[in-house]
């Protein structure tokens, strides 16, 4: 399983995404967005390193209300959020890409934990990948899409949308489903669209900090990356690429 920035921000950094378009461009649709289901909301533009951003999505929630977008060294812009379990990006991608009329992709790269040690299970695995089209298509906005899931014990493969130039057909038919589509082809297809997803110096220092600031209603969660870590089984890992 790749690792990024050490595993010291999953479950953020298990499932995130990119918009081809700039910063500013993003954060503002973005927060209009967010107005509009939302009473009050603060935007912060900053300049630092990744780690002290993502440090900013605590705590998480089970209630989405804190997101951060990052330029990075090519023309697509990261996004990160701060829901509970990994990063929750697939909606606010696929919406804000018909918005402004540009591709995103959003991608998982979860381990497979079947038992932490307390009964209950840690995190289902899944690889997947999902790029969006700036225009309407079959289903949604989705242009393709590829993945490698635990579907509650049974692992599941798909393949739906446009095939890319880039992709590795052939691995689609292995015998073993999680050999489908893996780790290391999920990192693979996303530098072929200039994406060096997994890789601390592909992010720069240019960020937009977005926070919803309306009370977390009663009945949701809120924890520290520290406890979502105990509570999925998860640990820091020293493979980073």
């Known amino acids: 399983?790749?690792?990024?920035?050490?595993?010291?921000?999953?479950?953020i950094t298990l499932g995130f995404g990119f918009f081809e378009a700039k910063l500013r461009d993003i954060s503002k649709a973005l927060l209009n967005w967010r107005q509009e289901h939302s009473n009050e909301q603060e935007i912060r533009y900053l300049e630092l390193d990744l780690s002290k951003?993502?440090?900013?999505?605590?705590?998480?929630?089970?209630?989405?209300?804190?997101?951060?977008?990052?330029?990075?060294?090519s023309n697509w812009t990261a996004y990160f959020d701060?829901?509970?379990?990994g990063g929750d990006p697939t909606g606010t991608l696929s919406h804000l890409?018909?918005?402004?009329?540009?591709?995103?992709?959003?991608i998982d790269c979860y381990p497979d934990i079947p038992d932490k040690g307390d009964?209950?299970?840690?995190?289902?695995?899944?690889v997947q990948f999902q790029l969006f089209s700036p225009e309407k298509k079959e289903f949604l906005n989705y242009e393709r899409t590829v993945s490698v899931v635990n579907d509650g014990g049974k692992w599941e493969f798909n393949a739906s949308g446009t095939v890319q130039p880039f992709e590795n057909t052939e691995a689609y038919k292995s015998k073993r489903i999680k050999d489908r589509f893996t780790p290391e082809m999920l990192?693979?297809?996303?530098?072929?669209?200039?994406?060096?997803?997994?890789?601390?110096?592909f992010y720069t220092e240019s960020s937009a900090f977005i926070q919803i600031l309306d009370p977390?209603?009663?009945?949701?969660?809120?924890?520290?990356?520290?406890?979502?870590?105990?509570?999925?089984?998860?640990?820091?890992?020293g493979n980073n690429t």
Not at 216 to 237: C, F, V, Y
């Open 53 to 73: 951003g993502l440090s900013l999505l605590e705590p998480l929630t089970s209630l989405r209300r804190r997101e951060l977008l990052v330029s990075t060294r």
């Open 97 to 106: 890409s018909l918005i402004l009329k540009c591709r995103s992709l959003a």
């Open 119 to 126: 009964g209950q299970r840690g995190c289902w695995g899944a």
């Open 216 to 237: 977390l209603p009663s009945e949701h969660r809120k924890a520290s990356i520290a406890e979502m870590q105990r509570d999925m089984g998860l640990k820091t890992q």
């Open 1 to 11: 399983m790749i690792s990024f920035l050490n595993g010291s921000f999953a479950p």
């Open 187 to 201: 990192e693979r297809y996303c530098s072929a669209l200039g994406i060096e997803a997994f890789s601390k110096e």
């Open 82 to 85: 701060n829901s509970l379990r």
